[in-house]
């Protein structure tokens, strides 16, 4: 029932009060006292009644109290306004009563008092920020401006001259309404419609209770005689009304006080365990931030790129490395199914399934190696770890995927491999040492030039190999300039295990390391005894025939040229005898002689046609600038008479200008072209000269169409003295051609005939193009 | 023409080859003009000669020199050398007829001021007309000096 106790039953209960007070007023107007009387004694206890109302409201329900205190305060001005008014409208009908003076008088000290209980009220606003609030709130400037107004009609009042002392107590009275209407007006100041409730206003009515309490226990106090017993009984009820709700207000803010200071004490308490609490919490979270950040740096500062897999394969996490090695974006990673990333290259079921056994087998793996193409980074080789994540608190297990990059190593190894393997299966013995020449390989090449095995060589110091002339002298300093860094190259005799020395083209290079710091030698060697000692016996040989070839030629040269005096003597002496004595001789006699000076003559020609072979090779002129068609011509010039004796016609092409030897040049066509007068058939000779280019070469042709020759003997005449006709038939030695041939070999080219017996012969030869010159 | 000479040509002949001694003085015989052939056989003897040193004091100045280049002790060349060095001597033409056609040995001769260089012929005939043509050439067609 109490919980139905509300504001507006209190204040309907009050106004009925009033209205039902004020109809007994009325109905006492003119009959004197008893009407007033009786709203008084009704006024009371309806304060009373509301009071306690409000109290056990408050008892059950403590929101809202600040609303039940202003209704029941409301109640409380609303009827002491009335009394005021009527005790005011009593004095003025001129019936002075000393017990309505004294009544008037009290509760216009009560009334008074709550002006001041207003005022004080009002001093609670007085603050540093209320009164910065009060100046600047316009709402609150009409409150002043009504308490400023209090004040004045109060002492316009008091000021009035001839005021008797009770209608200044009257006065008093109005004052005190005015101030119940203050407190009203504080009431509604006081409504908060943000919160719907009013602030402070427990302050206000707490002092205006107060001071009713007081002002009535002033009353009570000041009892005397004179004063009726319904007087002293009214005011001790309203006292007791007043202390009543004072004590009630009293007891209601010490419980709040105790609950509030429980309620703190408890907070404390709680704030500390919380505080406490908060600290450890700040602590783990910064311990667990710091661990985080502290794993975080490390995820994405490591080299090696990592991925976190959940149970599915699914990428949960990526580091930097992992982009950045693959050139893939965090979109098209992170959520991902492994084997669905990149191209594929992942899609490896070895690796997926090596993968997958790890949560529920709880295996981990390494160093699982594979190989593949990656887009835009190239065929990459990557050693790839699995492990599971411990993860103690959590149900998601999680997998790490860690990867290196073992290409370059990878490439490196190969690299190496394959140059150890070349070195191995080198032809060449390679040897490496340390430092100090102390043997660190060899390869089979070595151990099988030197004799000694792996074990004799292997942790030795190099210096087995050197002969004794070497160890003496040179090994020094080949170790001083490889030492200080430098290639030594060169050809050193080396000992065999057996004792036998060899000579060997020695290559000892330094190895350095990456911090160019001295790592040891290479030593390459090559067997060359046998290699030198042909090279020896071939420069030798060729010595010796280059001797030999000029002995000869100065032989073949002296030889005819000295033979020619004896010759001459013997064909001079029996041309001489022939001259004086063919009178003195008889037939035979004669033929004689003819037949020593023929022969005489014969080895005369023999003997200058020698000495003309002989002198292609050593009477050569130095080679120059040929116009090889000025050397056909004076061939031509030179044979003049001959071909316009036997009416030939000669045909000449075009001719390259190259380096020769002139006079050589022509002499050979002039030989050609002699050849092909000499050969004819019966009827004139025709002789073509040609020239055509072939490859590197000139190809000379001097075509004839005369006898020609069998082709079996197409080498033969080419050897000097050779011939193929009987000298009584055509006249020669068979030097022509040998010359022919001599000076075409001395000008590094080739001579040929093609022909066939009386169908004329082509005579050709070859001079390189190297000797060629653009005209 | 030229005016006919009172004595015998003086002709020195430098030659080692008895051979070729002997067959240039056979071809002189055959030859119209009466001349007087002197014979040394090595540079030295030349020189010997042609100065009128032991042992040939009483020896004449010969109007031409045939010389051989082959020549033992002091060779043709040397003997060329040193005759056409000597201002008495120089006016002297000198044939040099040898065997020898070596382009060396020509152009040495002449550049030593040798006044012509035969090569002698193989052929007798060829040689008989040399000597002829000689004879001919300097002594009935050249203008000498005289003594």
Same mark, same amino acid.
């Given at each position: 029932m109490i919980n139905r106790i509300n504001a507006s039953y209190i204040i309907y209960a009050m106004l009925g009060i009033a209205a039902a007070s004020l109809c007994l007023m009325m109905l006492g107007f003119g009959t004197g006292l008893l009407p007033f009387l009786a709203l008084q004694w009704l006024t009371l206890p309806a304060v009373v009644f509301a009071a306690i109302l409000v109290l056990l409201r408050f008892l059950v329900d403590r929101t809202n109290f600040n609303f039940y205190l202003a209704a029941l305060l409301t109640g409380s001005v609303l009827l002491e306004g009335i009394t005021t008014v009527m005790s005011t409208i009593f004095f003025q009908s001129g019936s002075p009563h000393a017990l309505f003076g004294t009544l008037v008088a009290s509760t216009s000290v009560v009334r008074f008092t709550l002006t001041g209980s207003a005022l004080l009220a009002l001093l609670t606003f007085v603050n540093a920020a209320r009164l910065r609030f009060l100046l600047t709130s316009f709402r609150t400037m009409w409150l002043w401006l009504l308490g400023a107004a209090t004040v004045v009609v109060a002492l316009l009042w008091m000021v009035q001259p001839g005021l008797e002392q009770d209608y200044l107590k009257a006065g008093f009275a109005v004052v005190e309404y005015l101030s119940f209407a203050f407190i009203v007006a504080a009431l509604f100041i006081s409504w908060d419609k943000k919160i719907n409730q009013f602030r402070d206003f427990r302050s206000y009515f707490f002092a205006f209770v107060l001071l009713s309490l007081a002002a009535q226990a002033i009353t009570v106090l000041s009892f005397d005689s004179t004063m009726s017993l319904s007087f002293k009984i009214v005011h001790l009820i309203r006292c007791v009304g007043y202390l009543t709700l004072f004590g009630g207000l009293l007891l209601q803010n010490f419980r709040q006080l105790k609950d509030a200071e429980l309620r703190a004490q408890n907070l404390s308490l709680i704030n500390e365990e919380v505080q406490q609490e908060i600290e450890e919490r700040k602590w783990t979270e910064e311990l667990l931030r710091e661990t985080r950040l502290f794993a975080e740096t490390i995820v994405e500062s490591i080299r090696d790129p990592l991925l976190v897999l959940d149970g599915d394969l699914r990428i949960v996490r990526v580091n930097r490395a992992f982009y950045r090695m693959f050139k893939l974006k965090p979109?098209?990673?992170?959520?991902?199914?492994?084997?669905?990333?990149?191209?594929?290259?992942?899609?490896?079921?070895?690796?997926?399934?090596?993968?997958?056994?790890?949560?529920?087998?709880?295996?981990?793996?390494?160093?699982?190696?594979?190989?593949?193409?990656?887009?835009?980074?190239?065929?990459?080789?990557?050693?790839?770890?699995?492990?599971?994540?411990?993860?103690?608190?959590?149900?998601?297990?999680?997998?790490?995927?860690?990867?290196?990059?073992?290409?370059?190593?990878?490439?490196?190894?190969?690299?190496?491999?394959?140059?150890?393997?070349?070195?191995?299966?080198?032809?060449?013995?390679?040897?490496?040492?340390?430092?100090?020449?102390?043997?660190?390989?060899?390869?089979?090449?070595?151990?099988?030039?030197?004799?000694?095995?792996?074990?004799?060589?292997?942790?030795?110091?190099?210096?087995?190999?050197?002969?004794?002339?070497?160890?003496?002298?040179?090994?020094?300093?080949?170790?001083?300039?490889?030492?200080?860094?430098?290639?030594?190259?060169?050809?050193?005799?080396?000992?065999?295990?057996?004792?036998?020395?060899?000579?060997?083209?020695?290559?000892?290079?330094?190895?350095?390391?990456?911090?160019?710091?001295?790592?040891g030698f290479v030593s390459v060697q090559k067997d060359v005894t046998e290699l030198k000692a042909a090279r020896e016996e071939l420069s030798r040989r060729a010595e010796e025939l280059a001797k030999s070839n000029a002995e000869l030629e100065q032989f073949a040269y002296i030889a005819s040229h000295d033979l020619q005096e004896p010759l001459r003597m013997v064909s001079s002496y029996c041309q001489l005898l022939r001259r004086r004595y063919r009178d003195k001789l008889d037939t035979d006699a004669n033929?004689?002689?003819?037949?020593?000076?023929?022969?005489?003559?014969?080895?005369?020609?023999?003997?200058?046609?020698?000495?003309?072979?002989?002198?292609?090779?050593?009477?050569?002129?130095?080679?120059?600038?040929?116009?090889?068609?000025?050397?056909?011509?004076?061939?031509?010039?030179?044979?003049?008479?001959?071909?316009?004796?036997?009416?030939?016609?000669?045909?000449?092409?075009?001719?390259?200008?190259?380096?020769?030897?002139?006079?050589?040049?022509?002499?050979?066509?002039?030989?050609?072209?002699?050849?092909?007068?000499?050969?004819?058939?019966?009827?004139?000779?025709?002789?073509?000269?040609?020239?055509?280019?072939?490859?590197?070469?000139?190809?000379?042709?001097?075509?004839?169409?005369?006898?020609?020759?069998?082709?079996?003997?197409?080498?033969?005449?080419?050897?000097?003295?050779?011939?193929?006709?009987?000298?009584?038939d055509i006249p020669g030695t068979g030097i022509g051609l040998a010359i022919c041939k001599k000076i075409v070999e001395r000008h590094e080219g080739r001579i040929w005939v093609e022909s066939r017996p009386n169908a004329g012969a082509t005579f050709s030869f070859s001079l390189p193009r190297l000797k060629e010159v653009v005209p | 023409m030229r005016k006919q000479r009172s004595r015998p040509v003086e002709i020195l002949l430098v030659e080692d080859?008895?051979?070729?001694?002997?067959?240039?003085?056979?071809?002189?015989?055959?030859?119209?003009?009466?001349?007087?052939?002197?014979?040394?056989?090595?540079?030295?003897? #030349?020189?010997?000669?042609?100065?009128?040193?032991? +042992?040939?004091?009483?020896?004449?100045?010969? &109007? *031409? !020199?045939? /010389?051989?280049?082959?020549?033992?002790?002091?060779?043709?060349?040397?003997?060329?050398?040193?005759?056409?060095?000597?201002?008495?001597?120089?006016?002297?033409?000198?044939?040099?007829?040898?065997?020898?056609?070596?382009?060396?040995?020509?152009?040495?001769?002449?550049? #030593?001021?040798?006044?012509?260089?035969?090569?002698? +012929?193989?052929?007798?005939?060829?040689?008989? &007309? *040399? !000597?002829? /043509?000689?004879e001919r050439f300097w002594f009935t067609i050249v203008l000498l000096p005289s003594e």
């Open positions: 979109a098209s990673t992170v959520n991902r199914l492994l084997h669905e990333i990149g191209r594929g290259q992942w899609d490896r079921p070895e690796l997926l399934e090596k993968v997958r056994r790890i949560i529920p087998k709880r295996e981990s793996f390494e160093n699982f190696e594979m190989t593949s193409v990656f887009p835009r980074s190239g065929a990459k080789t990557i050693l790839i770890n699995g492990h599971l994540i411990n993860q103690k608190d959590l149900q998601t297990k999680l997998i790490l995927v860690t990867m290196s990059d073992i290409t370059a190593t990878k490439l490196a190894q190969e690299e190496a491999r394959r140059l150890a393997s070349g070195v191995e299966s080198a032809a060449d013995s390679i040897m490496m040492t340390d430092p100090e020449g102390v043997v660190r390989y060899v390869n089979p090449a070595m151990t099988d030039l030197s004799g000694f095995s792996d074990t004799d060589l292997l942790g030795q110091k190099a210096d087995m190999f050197w002969s004794e002339a070497k160890a003496a002298d040179g090994s020094n300093g080949v170790w001083q300039k490889v030492q200080a860094g430098e290639v030594w190259r060169g050809e050193v005799t080396n000992r065999r295990k057996s004792g036998e020395l060899y000579e060997a083209l020695l290559t000892i290079a330094p190895i350095f390391d990456s911090e160019k710091a001295l790592e033929e004689f002689i003819d037949f020593a000076v023929d022969g005489a003559m014969r080895m005369q020609k023999l003997i200058e046609d020698l000495l003309q072979y002989s002198r292609v090779g050593t009477h050569g002129q130095p080679f120059k600038r040929t116009d090889c068609g000025l050397v056909v011509n004076k061939a031509l010039e030179n044979l003049k008479l001959s071909i316009e004796d036997c009416d030939a016609t000669v045909t000449q092409e075009k001719m390259p200008v190259m380096i020769a030897d002139e006079i050589q040049l022509v002499q050979l066509f002039q030989n050609l072209i002699h050849n092909a007068l000499k050969f004819r058939n019966g009827s004139a000779p025709v002789i073509k000269i040609a020239c055509r280019e072939h490859k590197k070469e000139w190809i000379f042709s001097v075509r004839d169409n005369g006898t020609g020759l069998d082709a079996r003997y197409a080498d033969r005449i080419f050897v000097i003295f050779q011939r193929l006709h009987n000298s009584d | 080859n008895p051979g070729d001694i002997r067959l240039t003085r056979e071809a002189l015989r055959e030859g119209k003009l009466h001349s007087h052939l002197n014979v040394v056989s090595d540079g030295a003897q #030349a020189l010997s000669y042609l100065r009128m040193w032991q +042992p040939f004091t009483d020896a004449i100045r010969p &109007d *031409v !020199i045939l /010389m051989d280049l082959n020549l033992p002790r002091k060779n043709g060349h040397e003997l060329l050398q040193e005759i056409k060095q000597d201002a008495d001597l120089r006016a002297i033409p000198v044939v040099v007829l040898t065997t020898s056609n070596a382009e060396k040995d020509i152009s040495q001769a002449y550049a #030593a001021h040798a006044n012509c260089y035969i090569r002698k +012929p193989v052929d007798f005939g060829q040689f008989m &007309d *040399v !000597i002829r /043509m000689i």
